[in-house]
């Protein structure tokens, strides 16, 4: 334990670049999520089948393969997609296009779990809150905008809560690739100090626990909020 209290700074550090991964991939996972979620309840056959299959086909492929096809593969087929242009400073914070293609590569993965809890949310509206909306006049965007998805979101607490709880624990893969986030310290630690191995994985245990502990807290604060709202 002495080895990260003597480097205590670079741990928070580490753990900061944990957070800022969750933070923003949670965020845009969230958003696309609900975006492919509502294709999947929408009318638009086409759009029906090919979020379907995006699904099926992201869920069903390792993360770490996910991975490697931004931070190798896709700049082969599109320069752009190198994130090179990626290339931000918050005080002693570096993000760089390791950490976008990160970014992106959770996201995309996370999305598609998104997708399928609140899924599950939609279905758990009573049909007839739908049909009456359309009976009303409000088009598909109006209803799922303000009738649909308000409860849905609602009823999906729960199952959200438990694949953000994942993105914290699958930001870890960004290790392989370049980012100094906690486990990519952990292992720098473990090199460096390899008498005190038990000490420092211990220590990042907690500092992942933490972070769970944590945003396992708000979840369940938001979900009481919303079940007496209801």
């Known amino acids: 334990m002495q080895a990260v209290l003597d480097n205590f700074d670079l741990y928070l550090k580490a753990f900061g670049y944990t957070v800022a991964l969750f933070i923003v991939a949670g965020i845009l996972s969230m958003l696309l999520g609900t975006a492919l979620a509502a294709c999947r309840v929408g009318p638009v056959s086409i759009l029906r089948k090919a979020t379907a299959v995006y699904v099926?086909?992201?869920?069903?492929?390792?993360?770490?393969?996910?991975?490697?096809?931004?931070?190798?593969?896709?700049?082969?087929?599109?320069?752009?997609?190198?994130?090179?242009?990626?290339?931000?400073?918050?005080?002693?914070?570096?993000f760089s296009p390791f950490f976008a293609a990160a970014v992106v590569s959770l996201t995309l993965y996370?999305?598609?779990?998104?997708?399928?809890?609140?899924?599950?949310?939609?279905?758990?509206?009573?049909?007839?809150?739908?049909?009456?909306?359309?009976?009303?006049?409000?088009?598909?965007?109006?209803?799922?905008?303000?009738?649909?998805?308000?409860?849905?979101?609602?009823?999906?607490?729960?199952p959200l809560a438990s694949v953000q709880i994942a993105l914290i624990k699958n930001t870890s893969v960004a290790?392989?690739?370049?980012?100094?986030?906690?486990?990519?310290?952990?292992?720098?630690?473990?090199?460096?100090?390899?008498?005190?191995?038990t000490e420092i994985f211990i220590a990042f245990a907690i500092g992942y626990i933490v972070i769970v502990e944590l945003f396992s807290f708000g979840a369940s604060r938001l979900e009481r909020r919303w079940r007496v709202a209801r």
């Open 175 to 197: 290790a392989v690739f370049g980012i100094a986030e906690a486990t990519s310290r952990m292992r720098s630690f473990n090199n460096d100090f390899g008498s005190q191995r």
């Open 110 to 158: 996370t999305s598609s779990f998104v997708c399928e809890a609140l899924r599950s949310g939609v279905n758990a509206v009573p049909v007839g809150q739908a049909e009456a909306a359309r009976a009303i006049g409000l088009p598909f965007a109006g209803v799922m905008r303000q009738v649909v998805l308000p409860q849905a979101f609602r009823a999906s607490v729960p």
């Open 56 to 94: 099926t086909v992201t869920r069903n492929t390792p993360l770490v393969i996910i991975f490697a096809t931004f931070s190798f593969m896709a700049p082969m087929l599109w320069s752009h997609l190198n994130f090179k242009w990626v290339e931000v400073s918050i005080g002693e914070f570096d």
